[in-house]
């Protein structure tokens, strides 16, 4: 960083969006660097949770535009996607600036502590505790208004608002914080703020917190009473905060609109804290979060981007990939007619086959290592990202009612979690770190066997994971639509130690070739990795036992077609009508196995 950047720091959260523009006087490696401040202001709420993505585009495009860099730092803004999703929404505002994002937690931890140990408390529309020692942070709340948020503006506000429909309930009176409510509100009677609560959102609601101020510096001892339990809620957080990080005598900053604004709850937190913390040094932050971001922005220096550009080498292993490579026979779709289309994609589909032919020893042996590890009390995991990520959770969703399967036999894990099912999070696949994680959080042992699917055999999120399970001893196997991560191995078998295949008990390679659409795994490579799926689960699941013949004898018969399906069987392998194999499945509580061992 230069003297003379012009940085802007932006901090969002529920209640509003603070930001400041400064000019650096020195460089960042200098001592002393400092800013002066060119311009600040204030915009709409922009908690990354609760605003959309346009919305945010929206509210940051009225920023200043000539900058060098931009620390961005919202509420809500938590996990690598996200921050990289917010980064995605800064470069599209200031495509030439170095950006930097992150949480609100952030941004109050550098503008309250500097590079110092401490504990930041702030309590605004929510509230959260962030405490830093050396290098090592710890943090508790922050969890949302849902979950969490005590001792926020939220949270003193609905405390506030269910009080007096508990009052009404139990005595049929109003108290005298209503009519404060219904000032604020301008709302003429009690059933129009019932009305008002119902389609309220988190930010409508903590904008009442003055009001609940109001009524308890006038003596409402019951909502001074609401008061002392954010407090102690906030108190409770900070003690754990500072056990965990073992600071004894701890420098705690208070920041947030509450704190701020309402000397109360100040004089409130600091005698609760000092009953258990007596030598903990409480004082309310000199500096806006917003200045702790635009710092942040400097501290990063030039490699604040978090997608770095690939080396040579990495852009050519990519491209070199089958599945990147443009397929011939559809070089002019955008020239085709609907039936050539239909046509191209049939005939297409023929490679479909021929791959899954190719790969049938790999496919046998993957059935063998499923049944082996279920039989053993394991669990099977499908981890993938994007498109495999969804053909993995798929099929997993499918097993337990097919089979009679318990829902964590078969799991399916994919980049993104749930959200990423039904809108693209592409972004989430490029963290190993994530990939094992999100392992870590099923607890992998070793009678488990991980399959990783990716159709490029490179996806990050997808190898972290496998190296994970290996490391805990889980058995693991790839499948991927790229010849080229085999290493040149035997079909079916590791290859030379590639960053796909090392490590892996096997790899699946199912050789679709380039796809109509060019990259789009969700084609060929799609519906190859479905079907191999299909045998690998179906072949485990006959192997445990769970087929008589080709008919399903655990089948959970949870709907009307099931139950007639379930009734079908029994008559089938019973050799009776169907009334009868009704009748004895209604008995036995439609257990389509008990009814048949009765036989």
Same mark, same amino acid.
């Given at each position: 960083m230069k003297p003379g950047e012009r940085i802007i720091g932006v901090e969002g959260g529920g209640t509003k969006t603070?930001?400041?523009?400064?000019?650096?006087?020195? !460089? %960042?490696?200098?001592?002393?660097?400092?800013?002066?401040?060119?311009?600040?202001?204030?915009?709409?709420?922009?908690?990354?949770r609760l605003t959309t993505s346009e919305r945010l585009r929206l509210i940051l495009a009225e920023l200043p535009k000539q900058i060098d860099r931009a620390g961005v730092f919202l509420a809500g803004c938590a996990t690598e996607e996200d921050r990289r999703l917010l980064e995605q929404i800064c470069l599209e505002v200031w495509p030439n600036a170095k950006i930097v994002t992150g949480s609100d937690r952030d941004s109050g931890l550098a503008a309250a502590l500097d590079h110092g140990d401490g504990?930041?408390? +702030?309590?605004? =529309?929510? =509230?959260?505790?962030?405490?830093?020692?050396?290098?090592?942070?710890?943090? %508790? !709340?922050?969890? !949302?208004?849902?979950?969490?948020?005590? !001792?926020?503006?939220?949270?003193?506000?609905?405390? %506030? *608002?269910?009080?007096? *429909?508990?009052?009404?309930?139990?005595?049929?009176?109003?108290?005298?914080?209503?009519?404060?409510?219904?000032?604020?509100?301008?709302?003429? /009677?009690?059933?129009?703020?019932?009305?008002?609560?119902?389609? %309220?959102?988190k930010m409508d609601i903590a904008?009442?917190?003055?009001?609940?101020?109001? #009524?308890?510096?006038?003596?409402?001892?019951? $909502?001074?009473?609401?008061?002392?339990?954010g407090a102690r809620v906030l108190c409770e957080y900070t003690e754990a905060v500072a056990?965990?990080?073992?600071?004894? #005598?701890?420098?705690?900053?208070? $920041?947030?609109?509450?704190?701020?604004?309402? =000397?109360?709850?100040?004089?409130?937190?600091?005698?609760?804290?000092?009953?258990n913390l007596p030598d903990a040094r409480v004082a309310t932050a000199a500096r806006a979060p917003e200045l702790g971001a635009a710092w942040l922005a400097t501290e990063a220096g030039d490699h604040a981007a978090f997608h770095p550009k690939p080396s040579q080498s990495e852009i050519d292993s990519l491209a070199a990939g089958l599945t990147e490579q443009r397929n011939p026979?559809?070089? /002019?779709?955008?020239?085709?007619? @609907?039936?050539?289309?239909?046509?191209?994609?049939?005939?297409?589909?023929?490679?479909?086959?021929?791959?899954l032919r190719n790969a049938t020893a790999a496919l046998v042996g993957a059935i063998q290592i499923v049944t082996e590890s279920l039989r053993n009390g394991g669990r099977l995991f499908y981890v993938g990202a994007g498109s495999s990520g969804r053909i993995g959770v798929l099929d997993a969703s499918e097993i337990p009612p097919t089979f009679g399967a318990p829902p964590d036999l078969v799991q399916g894990v994919i980049a993104g979690g749930v959200t990423a099912l039904y809108r693209s999070a592409e972004g989430a696949e490029d963290e190993e770190s994530a990939g094992a994680l999100a392992l870590d959080e099923r607890r992998i042992k070793s009678p488990d066997v991980v399959i990783g699917i990716t159709a490029s055999g490179r996806t990050p999120f997808v190898l972290g994971a496998l190296a994970r399970a290996r490391s805990l001893g889980a058995k693991t196997v790839l499948l991927t639509c790229n010849p080229t991560v085999a290493?040149?191995?035997? @079909?079916?078998?590791?290859? =030379?130690? &590639?960053? #796909?295949?090392? +490590?892996?008990d096997l790899v699946i390679t199912?050789?679709?070739?380039?796809? *109509?659409?060019?990259?789009? &795994?969700?084609?060929?490579?799609?519906?190859? &990795?479905?079907? @191999?799926? +299909?045998?690998?689960g179906t072949g485990a699941m006959v192997a445990l036992g769970k087929v008589r013949g080709n008919l399903m004898i655990d089948l959970h018969a949870s709907s009307t077609k099931l139950r007639d399906r379930a009734v079908r069987v029994l008559a089938e392998?019973?050799?009776?009508?169907?009334e009868s194999a009704r009748n004895l499945l209604e008995a036995n509580d439609w257990d389509l196995r008990a009814a048949l061992e009765k036989l």
């Amino acid at each position: 960083m230069k003297p003379g950047e012009r940085i802007i720091g932006v901090e969002g959260g529920g209640t509003k969006t603070a930001w400041v523009l400064v000019e650096t006087l020195t !460089g %960042a490696d200098a001592p002393g660097c400092e800013f002066r401040v060119i311009d600040q202001g204030k915009l709409p709420p922009s908690n990354f949770r609760l605003t959309t993505s346009e919305r945010l585009r929206l509210i940051l495009a009225e920023l200043p535009k000539q900058i060098d860099r931009a620390g961005v730092f919202l509420a809500g803004c938590a996990t690598e996607e996200d921050r990289r999703l917010l980064e995605q929404i800064c470069l599209e505002v200031w495509p030439n600036a170095k950006i930097v994002t992150g949480s609100d937690r952030d941004s109050g931890l550098a503008a309250a502590l500097d590079h110092g140990d401490g504990i930041v408390v +702030n309590a605004g =529309s929510g =509230s959260s505790v962030t405490g830093r020692r050396g290098d090592r942070i710890e943090r %508790a !709340g922050g969890w !949302g208004h849902i979950l969490g948020d005590a !001792g926020g503006g939220y949270f003193l506000s609905i405390q %506030a *608002l269910r009080l007096i *429909l508990r009052e009404h309930d139990l005595h049929r009176s109003e108290m005298q914080f209503t009519a404060k409510i219904l000032h604020a509100l301008s709302l003429n /009677n009690f059933d129009e703020l019932v009305r008002w609560v119902q389609t %309220a959102d988190k930010m409508d609601i903590a904008m009442l917190a003055p009001v609940v101020f109001e #009524a308890a510096t006038e003596g409402d001892a019951r $909502m001074m009473e609401i008061i002392e339990e954010g407090a102690r809620v906030l108190c409770e957080y900070t003690e754990a905060v500072a056990s965990r990080l073992h600071l004894l #005598a701890p420098k705690v900053v208070l $920041m947030g609109g509450l704190f701020y604004r309402d =000397s109360l709850y100040t004089h409130t937190f600091r005698r609760r804290l000092k009953k258990n913390l007596p030598d903990a040094r409480v004082a309310t932050a000199a500096r806006a979060p917003e200045l702790g971001a635009a710092w942040l922005a400097t501290e990063a220096g030039d490699h604040a981007a978090f997608h770095p550009k690939p080396s040579q080498s990495e852009i050519d292993s990519l491209a070199a990939g089958l599945t990147e490579q443009r397929n011939p026979r559809s070089e /002019n779709l955008e020239k085709m007619s @609907a039936q050539e289309i239909v046509e191209v994609f049939v005939e297409e589909e023929k490679l479909v086959q021929d791959a899954l032919r190719n790969a049938t020893a790999a496919l046998v042996g993957a059935i063998q290592i499923v049944t082996e590890s279920l039989r053993n009390g394991g669990r099977l995991f499908y981890v993938g990202a994007g498109s495999s990520g969804r053909i993995g959770v798929l099929d997993a969703s499918e097993i337990p009612p097919t089979f009679g399967a318990p829902p964590d036999l078969v799991q399916g894990v994919i980049a993104g979690g749930v959200t990423a099912l039904y809108r693209s999070a592409e972004g989430a696949e490029d963290e190993e770190s994530a990939g094992a994680l999100a392992l870590d959080e099923r607890r992998i042992k070793s009678p488990d066997v991980v399959i990783g699917i990716t159709a490029s055999g490179r996806t990050p999120f997808v190898l972290g994971a496998l190296a994970r399970a290996r490391s805990l001893g889980a058995k693991t196997v790839l499948l991927t639509c790229n010849p080229t991560v085999a290493g040149g191995g035997d @079909a079916g078998r590791p290859g =030379s130690p &590639t960053p #796909a295949t090392m +490590n892996v008990d096997l790899v699946i390679t199912l050789a679709v070739g380039p796809e *109509l659409l060019t990259g789009s &795994t969700r084609l060929k490579a799609g519906t190859a &990795t479905k079907v @191999a799926l +299909n045998i690998i689960g179906t072949g485990a699941m006959v192997a445990l036992g769970k087929v008589r013949g080709n008919l399903m004898i655990d089948l959970h018969a949870s709907s009307t077609k099931l139950r007639d399906r379930a009734v079908r069987v029994l008559a089938e392998l019973a050799q009776c009508d169907y009334e009868s194999a009704r009748n004895l499945l209604e008995a036995n509580d439609w257990d389509l196995r008990a009814a048949l061992e009765k036989l």
